[in-house]
């Protein structure tokens, strides 16, 4: 439904001409109150917020707004939130952020502003997103970095951690557009590649096109290749030899300190100086299995337990995860007692333990 009846003074009219709003919403323009009580928790690479909704009856959403520390660059960066939490994982690690919420009803009016909260993403060295193909595409830490595919999920048997993994077969994984926004990294994941006689497909692919982009292809040809480029030359490290096919590997790449290697079950097979950085490029464009270049083939083959950490992992720390692939410790707690609730990670009570992290008596539990 259109009205455009709700400009009710010069002013209003001046902004506002038209509003879409639901057929069966009454034609009124009384914003709701502002939410109250906001609160700004701070992660290595995202911030959650949670808030209080006001007590008018008919609020229908949530928009979120941010702006820098100082007050200034204030934008909206979520709309249609329909809980009292959201996460923002849009955010640069160590940049100091302003928050506001507003209330809009079902009429399409919008609340004043929240107060504010502040919020500095630490950076602190982390697993900033986690990925492990138990039938879904949701990252399993606090972050909430969930990735989507270009086409139905298929789960299969034949994996390497938990119970499942995804096959990509023409097919790949969409990232969050900040997950490669980072000085350091390292892109971590169990891969078993099957269209092993294609050259320059990508295990992954971070960048903004084709002038800026980091990625690793198992095969150029003769070598695996991972090359890093900001609109001028590419800076390349070259592995001895090329993936082997049809079989599990756990492959990683390590950025930072100005070098890059890249590292196939637990030991590199290449490294070599580097200047840029991954913050350097800031891609949007992040994909698994996807090249920036169209000519290029997809990946074709099974990923696993996908990870990425905001700094690089030692040889120790890589041989670590794929001996302990859950990456959680045991937990002490009353966690088996029969009636306590179950959470998810978003706060919401379910009814039985999911695959991933969860909940219970206050205690994260991995299933």
């Known amino acids: 439904f259109v009205q455009k009846t709700l400009a009710s003074s010069a002013v209003d009219r001046k902004l506002q001409m038209w509003r879409f709003i639901p057929a069966d919403a009454p034609v009124e323009n009384v914003a709701p109150a502002a939410p109250t009580a906001l609160t700004a928790t701070a992660h290595a690479a995202s911030v959650s917020l949670t808030w209080t909704a006001p007590t008018d009856n008919d609020v229908a959403s949530y928009l979120i707004v941010r702006g820098d520390a100082d007050g200034t660059h204030w934008s909206t960066i979520a709309r249609g939130i329909t809980g009292t939490s959201f996460t923002d994982n849009t955010c640069r690690q160590g940049h100091a952020y302003l928050y506001k919420v507003k209330a809009v009803d079902r009429s399409a009016n919008v609340s004043e502003a929240s107060g504010p909260a502040q919020a500095t993403p630490t950076g602190d060295r982390a697993l900033v ?81 084709t002038q800026q982009y980091m990625f690793l292809t198992p095969s150029n040809g003769s070598t695996m290749r991972f090359a890093i480029k900001n609109g001028g030359d590419e800076q390349i490290v070259d ?129």
């Not at 994984?173 to 294609?198: C, F, H, Q």
């Not at 100005?258 to 070599?272: H, K, L, P």
Request: proline content about 5%.
């Open 129 to 209: 997103a986690s990925w492990q193909m138990e039938g879904s595409l949701l990252d399993e830490t606090a972050n909430l970095m969930d990735v989507a595919c270009s086409a139905t999920p298929r789960y299969v048997t034949d994996h390497q951690v938990g119970d499942s993994a995804l096959r990509l077969s023409n097919a790949y994984l969409r990232l969050p557009y900040a997950v490669g926004d980072m000085d350091e990294m390292t892109i971590a994941m169990w891969v078993k590649w099957t269209n092993s006689g294609s050259n320059w497909t990508r295990l992954f692919d971070f960048g903004n096109g």
């Open 239 to 367: 592995a001895s030899s090329k993936l082997q096919g049809s079989k599990w590997h756990h492959v990683a790449v390590t950025l930072g300190a100005g070098s890059a290697t890249i590292w196939v079950d637990g030991q590199a097979v290449g490294s070599s100086s580097i200047s840029i950085k991954p913050s350097d490029i800031r891609p949007v464009l992040n994909y698994i299995g996807r090249s920036q270049f169209v000519a290029d083939p997809l990946f074709n083959g099974i990923i696993d337990d996908v990870r990425i950490y905001n700094y690089p992992l030692t040889a120790e720390e890589l041989q670590g995860i794929i001996g302990n692939p859950t990456a959680v410790s045991p937990i002490e707690g009353n966690h088996k007692a029969p009636d306590a609730p179950i959470y998810d990670l978003q706060g919401r009570r379910v009814s039985q333990p999911q695959h991933g992290i969860f909940i219970k008596n206050g205690q994260k539990i991995a299933r």
